[in-house]
Every structure is written in structure tokens, then in C-alpha cells.
């Protein structure tokens, strides 16, 4: 069973500073790892990112949402190899 990690912020500096730097949807999580809006696939889960002042790398792991009843998510499960293998071969 894998770790559900709080999300810290829900919503993140984006673009370069001093140039076009916005905040934007997204979620911080409690390691540091974040998760954009942009970058939710069909089935629900996030692809993590790793950055520093507004830009992003994926770090090839995903997340899955972890909702409270109010269907807002309070924290973020890292997905297994096999589930992420499963939804990569229905595409």
C-alpha cells in the first residue's frame, strides 16, 4: 500500500520570473513534488513534477487523488508500476 502525501498548496508560480510568472491550478505536495492541472490525464491521475522558480520537469511517476467528501482531494497516492503500465497499454 503506498503513502498518501498532503497537499500543501493548491496552486503554484508558473513561467519565468520577472517575465510572464502567473500562478496557475495545480497542487503542491507534502515531499515537494507537484502536480498540474494540465498535466491530468483521461483516468484521473497527475503526472508528477519536479521544479524550481515556475518551471517543471515530469518525474515519471503518477498520482491518484485522494477526495474528501466534499470531492475536494486533501491528498495524492502515488500510483503503483503496475497500475501506470496498465493505463499506458490502454491508450
Do not use: W
Not at 4 to 18: S, T
Not at 27 to 56: F, I, N, P, T, W
Not at 58 to 87: K, M, W
Request: hydrophobic share 30%.
Amino acid at each position: 500500500m503506498s503513502k498518501d502525501f498532503k497537499v500543501v498548496a493548491y496552486e503554484l508560480p508558473y513561467g519565468y520570473p520577472k517575465k510572464n510568472r502567473r500562478m496557475i491550478p495545480g497542487y503542491v505536495l507534502e515531499d515537494g513534488v507537484v502536480l498540474l492541472e494540465s498535466e491530468k490525464d483521461e483516468d484521473g491521475s497527475y503526472k508528477g513534477g519536479a521544479g524550481m522558480d515556475g518551471m517543471y520537469l515530469q518525474t515519471g511517476r503518477r498520482y491518484t487523488p485522494v477526495f474528501n467528501d466534499n470531492n475536494i482531494p486533501l491528498a495524492f497516492a502515488l500510483a503503483s508500476d503496475h497500475e501506470c503500465h496498465r493505463q499506458y497499454l490502454r491508450r
